[in-house]
């Protein structure tokens, strides 16, 4: 069948229409906003890459949250901000530290929010890097593998202990999901489910998060843990260990430049698979919009449907409340 007979434009002629033969559609059930947790009280530091977001002390975590949740978003993750680094990242599983407190606060003020805690370690380290430092066996300098494993292990025991329903390991190290899921379990918290970033690319599009969270790597680059941007079938063996390793939801990160990958992905495990809307597709939409060169409101809501047309279920974005509120 072909023109005349066919004249795909009649199913576009309408907004009615247009509604019936839609297919995807975006929910704010498929939300979950990041959020930048530092310490103090009353903190309200807007974050100068990212427009609209901001570094916020646990007494306004809480207040934005409850906003968060009246607009329906299901779930926020907490990337926190500590006062002290040192070469170890010790203070990612420090129980007054950020996460933590605002965990514990979150937990019984808003029970029914899904409460994520990101697992990693460069924005606890002095030095930027996921995990600690060291000689690697052919004596080049690198981020310890084996070494950085018990201590991811010890955050999100921490995390779980403090209130999160979901730890999301963003490192890049191997193995660590069946460390957190040993760690976990033998802890008795065999209830707390992992998020793992499966696919996580060495991307430029972290730029902005960078500038929020302090972690820019104070030597070198992450290009050694995180993944080349040219590959896709090793983000299907990504995948796979970490399903292996006992990940209940993988991730591929960033989402726009990736959108590929998600949807090798989904179509190949057929599990519940979360993108990330990262920072810098946040910021260059925001920057487009504030210069007048596009509708950012548009921008935002099409990237956002992008990601779940091609095959995301949950999206992690910066956008989450406005586009809760819009679709509210
Ligand atoms: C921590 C982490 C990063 C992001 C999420 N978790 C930064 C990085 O890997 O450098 C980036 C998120 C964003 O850009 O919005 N490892």
Known sequence: ??????????????????????????????????????TGEGVEEAIPSMPGCSRLSVDRIVAECRELASVG???????????????????????????????RALRSELPELSLWADVCLCEYTDHGHCGPVGEGPDGRVEVLNDRTLPSLARA????????????????MMDGRVGALRAALDEAGRSDVTIVSYA???????????????????????????????????????????????????VMVKPALAYLDVVYRVKQRFGVPVAAYNVSGEYSMIKAAAAEGWLDGTRAAMEALVSIRRAGADIILTYFAKDAARLLA
């Open 1 to 38: 069948m072909s023109f005349p007979t066919q004249r795909p434009r009649r199913l576009r002629r309408t907004e009615t229409m247009r509604r019936l033969v839609r297919e995807t559609r975006l929910s704010p059930d498929d939300l979950i906003a990041p959020l930048f947790v530092c």
């Open 73 to 103: 978003v299901p779930g926020v993750i907490l990337f926190g901000i500590p006062d002290r680094k040192d070469p170890e990242g010790t203070e990612a599983w420090a129980e007054a530290g950020p996460i933590p407190r605002a965990l």
């Open 156 to 171: 999100a025991l921490a995390y779980a202990a403090a209130g999160a329903d979901v730890v999301a390991p963003s490192d």
């Open 199 to 249: 696919a996580k690319y060495a991307s430029a599009f972290y730029g902005p998060f960078r500038d929020a969270a302090g972690s820019a790597p104070a030597f070198g680059d992450r290009r050694a843990y995180q993944m080349d941007p040219g590959n896709s079938d090793e983000a299907i063996r990504e995948v796979a260990a970490d399903l292996e390793q006992g990940a209940d939801v």
